[in-house]
């Protein structure tokens, strides 16, 4: 079965800190997909990253940055110097490697960003 | 705005009535979702269409829930005989379908109340 895991319920920063936001998975397929998803006060889910199984290099946009690590089956999302904005629920998801598939969600973490 | 719709944004019914929502996808997605979400929860999968067919149901979507595609473009969530149960929000998605990615882009999506 797949799962995901995301731990922290509830974050709480300063502006300007950095903070990382964890996930953790479980699945057998050997390909899948990870996800990052924001959804702000207004609600609507936003599309952060998608990454695939086989490719665990680092990625870095802007501010956001995650690190996927197969063996330990975690893909972490690490916001930095953290704006007042970036308050909201951040939602890891896996799906199989198929298009179609459906994305299993984990909890959801709530940042709370205080200026 | 060619992004997902969807309407109603905010349904209240008394329970036992039925009640029905709208989704319009990307223009240019064949691939389209429904999941739902409740309170504190990330959404949990309902239902996917490829064009106008159906290929997968979760065994969330009990009898009283059925969704429909018919021309491949819009899609129908109705739910009949709602129950207390049944409050959440209803998040339809699209994705696009030369690729295998599997990015799927939501809606604002339809808050369901029922009293």
């Known amino acids: 079965a797949q799962k995901v895991t995301q731990a922290q319920t509830e974050i709480s920063v300063v502006e300007k800190e950095d903070v990382t936001l964890d996930c953790v998975y479980e699945?057998?397929?050997?390909?899948?997909?990870l996800f990052w998803y924001k959804q702000p006060p207004s609600g609507e889910l936003v599309f952060l990253i998608r990454?695939?199984?086989?490719?665990?290099q680092n990625e870095i946009s802007g501010r956001y940055s995650w690190n996927f690590q197969k063996s330990t089956s975690s893909f972490n999302f690490t916001i930095t110097a953290s704006q007042v904005v970036d308050s909201a629920v951040y939602f890891c998801?896996?799906?199989?490697?198929?298009?179609?598939?459906?994305?299993?969600f984990g909890k959801g973490t709530t940042l709370s960003v205080s200026s | 705005d060619t992004g997902v719709s969807q309407n109603p944004r905010h349904k209240i019914t008394k329970r036992g009535q039925n009640v029905t929502f709208r989704c319009d996808p990307i223009?240019?997605?064949?691939?389209l979702y429904w999941y739902r979400q409740t309170l504190g929860q990330g959404p949990e999968f309902l239902t996917y269409?490829?064009?106008?067919?159906?290929?997968?149901k979760s065994r969330l979507l009990s009898d009283r829930f059925s969704a429909e595609r018919p021309k491949g473009s819009f899609s129908t969530l109705e739910i009949q005989r709602t129950e207390q149960g049944d409050s959440a929000m209803y998040l339809c998605?699209?994705?696009?379908?030369?690729?295998?990615?599997?990015?799927?882009?939501f809606g604002p999506g339809t808050r369901l109340t029922v009293l």
């Open positions: 998605a699209s994705s696009v379908s030369e690729t295998q990615r599997n990015e799927q882009f």
């Open positions: 699945t057998r397929d050997t390909t899948y997909y």
């Open positions: 990454r695939n199984s086989f490719d665990e």
């Open positions: 998801a896996l799906s199989g490697y198929q298009a179609g598939t459906a994305l299993i």
């Open positions: 223009s240019e997605h064949n691939r």
């Open positions: 269409f490829q064009n106008e067919a159906q290929l997968e």
